[in-house]
C-alpha cells in the first residue's frame, strides 16, 4: 500500500512539473491584440486635430463635425467627457475609428462591443454608419454623458 501511494505521488509530482515547464510555451500563443498599438496620447491629440483641420465640415456643440471618406482610419479622442472630434458617417459604409483615451481610462461600447481605452494605447475598431459611441467605464460625474451619435450623411442620422 506504501509503494502504491509512492507511486501515485511521484506521477503526480511528475505531471505537475510537466504542466510547469510547458505553460510558458502555451502562453507563447497569447499575444497582444493586433487591434492596437502604443502612441502617446500628445502625439495621437495632434494627429487628431491635423485630422479634423482637414476633414471638417461644420461644428457641433462647439466641437469639429468631420465628414471622412468610407473606408478611411479615423482618429478619435476619449477624454472627459467626450468623443473627439463629431463624426459624419455614411450610412452602410465602413471605416476604421483609432480610438485613444488620452487623461483616464475610458472604454468605448459601439455596435454592441466594448473596448477597454488606455492612455498610450490606441484602439481600431471597424465599424459601419450611421452608430452611437458610449463610454463604459465610470470616468467621473459626467460619465453619463459621455456619448457620440454619428449620424448619417444621407440624413439618416440618430436623433
Not at 502562453?27 to 498599438?37: E, G, I, L
Not at 468631420?66 to 450610412?91: E, K, M, T, Y
Not at 475598431?125 to 450611421?130: A, F, Y
Request: glycine share 8%.
Amino acid at each position: 500500500m506504501v509503494n502504491a501511494d509512492r507511486w501515485g505521488a511521484t506521477a503526480l509530482l511528475a505531471a505537475s512539473l510537466v504542466l510547469l515547464a510547458a505553460w510558458p510555451v502555451w502562453r507563447m500563443t497569447d499575444s497582444a491584440p493586433t487591434d492596437s498599438y502604443a502612441q502617446s496620447p500628445d502625439q495621437f491629440i495632434l494627429g487628431a486635430e491635423t485630422y479634423a483641420a482637414t476633414h471638417q465640415i461644420g461644428e457641433r456643440d462647439g466641437m469639429p463635425v468631420v465628414q471622412p471618406p468610407p473606408g478611411s482610419d479615423v482618429p478619435v479622442i476619449a477624454r472627459r467627457f467626450q468623443f473627439w472630434p463629431a463624426l459624419d458617417l455614411q450610412a452602410g459604409e465602413t471605416y476604421r475609428l483609432h480610438v485613444a483615451a488620452v487623461d483616464t481610462v475610458h472604454s468605448v461600447v459601439v455596435q454592441g462591443r466594448e473596448y477597454s481605452l488606455v492612455p498610450g494605447q490606441v484602439r481600431m475598431v471597424e465599424v459601419t454608419g450611421p452608430l452611437i459611441l458610449q463610454c463604459g467605464e465610470y470616468c467621473g460625474l459626467g460619465h453619463n454623458r459621455m456619448q457620440q451619435k454619428a449620424p448619417s450623411r444621407q440624413g439618416e442620422g440618430l436623433k
